[in-house]
């Protein structure tokens, strides 16, 4: 008689092994600050200057002392010019520098009169329509960034945004850890990949091996180094030397089908002949056959067959785990409560990932078919439903979204 199969893991328990067996890779490397988008940071970045380093105009418009202007319609001579980038000398009492934005508050002055309240009066003279008020419209010194603070925090992924704070501090390079190297394969007989054989010519049963682009695309939108294994046959012996090859001088083995329990399944017993299997087999829907062990010194992830199945459970597990190995801190996203605009009456056993999308009301819509294979589902939809074991949805119902452009991002 065949063993009882084991319980099925929920997927925050194996979420919490992976990421306790995610060691931050050994070695920094540093780069160049426009080449740093996706990276994670090695070591905190601190400031070495005040950010703006002066009080500054945050408007176009003239600089004055609020003091001197008590009523409006008052007309000031304008004793200076004062363009971004210049020193200016202090303020001349009863005067009024004209100022651009950017431009340094000069000494002497507390308000800044936008150009819209003011009007000529003469060549060298302005007329001030509204009184300011004290500190208006200047951008003060250190606002922004302060000597000493620490910008961005070791741990950090960047992003477009971080990469323009380390850029303000004066980083042209910055030490970001080091890439993760993944070996990716495939496995399955019925695989074809494009541009080898026409639509026309596909033998019966025969796919296209789908799952191979967007898991690429995945990895390296996390900043892997991928190295790709193509597709091995459906053969024991196969499946072994892909593995012990892959092994060397990678960091993770990340393979797609042959993780269930058919009799042409042979990822399992291939990773047990080389080294040891932890987990098998998540609580979800889409991905249960889901596997992490260790050949040699590689880490193993053996995702599902079907597109969804393996899309899905990279999300959920694989890239927490790469972020991790990355030294990253943010590693779990952030789910919101949005309103469901649909009905799912047919609660699960498992924790279930429903491919969904906002209408124009903010609600959620549901894709119509919430099949493991239907990788259209993943295209037409901006985000996952999180909905608990057992848990039925009516329509308005407050559900647990997780943003699609987080997770790929």
């Known amino acids: 008689m065949n063993a009882p199969r084991a319980p099925l893991r929920p997927l925050d328990d194996a979420l919490a092994e992976l990421l306790a067996q995610a060691r931050p890779l050994d070695g920094a490397e540093r780069v160049r600050t426009f080449d740093a988008d996706g990276r994670v940071l090695a070591q905190d970045l601190v400031s070495q200057l005040q950010v703006p ?30 363009p971004a980038g210049s020193a200016p000398q202090p303020l001349v009492p009863g005067s009024a520098a004209r100022i651009f934005t950017g431009a340094p508050v000069p000494a002497g002055a507390d308000a800044i009169v936008m ?14 329509l509204r009184a300011p008020a004290a500190g208006q419209w200047i951008r003060r010194s250190g606002e922004d960034v302060t000597r000493g603070a620490i910008v961005l925090a070791r741990g950090q992924r960047l992003d477009p945004g971080a990469l323009g704070l380390a850029a ?43 799952n191979r682009f967007f898991l690429q695309a995945l990895l390296r939108r996390l900043g892997c180094e991928v190295s790709d294994f193509g597709i091995v046959p459906d053969q024991r012996d196969a ?3 892909a593995l012990d090859l892959a092994s060397r001088e990678h960091d993770l083995i990340l393979t797609s089908g042959g993780v269930s329990v058919g009799e042409e399944d042979h990822v399992k017993p291939a990773v047990q002949s080389l080294g040891s299997l932890d987990l098998w087999q998540i609580a979800i829907k889409p991905g249960k056959p889901f596997a992490h062990g260790r050949v040699d010194g590689a880490h193993f992830m053996g995702l599902p067959g079907n597109p969804v199945s393996s899309f899905v459970t990279f999300l959920l597990l694989v890239r927490p ?5 990355q030294g990253a801190t943010d590693l779990v996203p952030r789910s919101t409560a949005v309103p469901a605009d649909f009905e799912w009456p047919r609660a699960d056993k498992r924790r279930e990932f429903l491919r969904v999308r906002r209408n124009a009301q903010g609600a959620l819509a549901l894709f119509t078919n919430q099949s493991s294979g239907v990788l259209t589902s993943a295209v037409w939809a901006d985000g996952l439903v999180d909905n608990p074991p057992g848990r039925t949805i009516a329509r308005g119902d407050a559900v647990r979204f997780l943003s699609l452009a987080e997770l790929v991002g």
């Open 168 to 210: 303000s501090i004066g980083l042209d390079h910055l030490a970001v850890a080091r890439r993760p190297r993944v070996a990716l394969f495939s496995t399955g007989d019925e695989l074809v990949m494009p541009g080898e054989v026409p639509p026309e010519r596909m033998r019966p049963g025969a796919i296209y091996n789908s």
């Open 115 to 128: 150009q819209e309240e003011t009007e000529a009066a003469g060549e060298h003279a302005v007329r001030i």
């Open 53 to 82: 380093p002066h009080d500054n105009s945050s408007m176009d418009g003239y600089a004055v002392r609020s003091s001197e202007i008590a009523d409006e319609g008052i007309v000031l001579p304008v004793s200076q010019r004062i």
């Open 321 to 325: 785990f790469l972020l991790k190995l």
């Open 239 to 241: 499946t072994v030397r």
